[in-house]
């Protein structure tokens, strides 16, 4: 990861700066279009200190569009700044933030509420909790195994996100086929239609106190790509900035997976082209992702709820997008890195 795009650094500043405007348009743009529209004189009325014209667009901007819109944003950052943090710490190109089996743990922890008839918000407080145990797990399962540290965190990862799949296919083996098992498979597949102004109350905090520190030590993430050695020459306590990283990651991608279900892609694609915008430093890669997650999920969640009759899944968009663009960016000449 050592080898930097030429200009990268001389660009960051604008990419940023464009990638921020674009962000602010894009909300704008997004609290105006919906079933219900709210015109553009209205909207910049009332963000001037004005009054909407009636209370149903006042009801609809606070309570369904705003909520949502909020939610995309931290979400797609949170994906994206927990991406591009795996990829560093474990030096692969493939590390999405699934990779430990938070997206599982929380799966099943909202498959179970749902299966359970609790509701809605216990449904993100079952996920986020179960997320958060899954992780302990896998850690404590690849403290214990053999070998590398970093491949046995991996293997208990895949290996405990394999049961958790089967666990999630005995539940919805015995929901109603009805009810029941429809509500789980649209949650699995990801959205943000549920939205509520509790929500963000609820990931908040959690997605705070994971993206902060992320955003404050990124420069440390640069030196976890070096190997051990080289790190621990240069006064960098690894374990203990491996540890912090990887806490801070599985938190905000917990957070955020409890609210909007699984969305795929988002991790894996824009700290990769964000790499191709910025460079690999992660001073610059890890704001300019966060940016970009945020920009990049607002306008799935756009197409979501705007192109057809009847909403589409975040998580089928999204990987319409990423899967392509993915195949694009491993068929281009050079590293990924």
Known sequence: MEEQVPGAGRGFFGAAALMAILLVLAILASLSLGRYPIPIGALLTRIFG???????????????RLPRIIMACL????????GASYQGVFQNPLAAPDILGASSGAATGATLAILLRLPGPMITVFAFFASLITIALVMFVGNHAQGRRIIGLILAGLMISSLLS????FMKLMADPNNVLPEIVYWLMGSLAK???????????????GLIPLFIFRWRINLL???????????VNVKGTRALVILCSTLITAAAVSVSGIIGWAGLVIPHLTRRIVGNDYQRLM???MLFGALFLLLIDNISRNLFATEVPLGILTSLVGAPFFLWLITRKGDLW
């Open 50 to 64: 004005g009054a909407f014209a009636s209370p149903q667009m006042e009801a609809i901007f606070f309570n369904v």
């Open 75 to 82: 979400v797609g950052t949170s994906l994206a700044a927990a």
């Open 166 to 169: 089967a666990g999630i296919s």
């Open 195 to 209: 939205t509520k102004p509790q929500d963000i109350s609820f990931v908040l905090i959690p997605m705070a106190l």
């Open 225 to 235: 790509t070096l190997n051990e050695e080289e790190a621990q020459s240069m006064g």
């Open 287 to 289: 704001p300019a992702s």
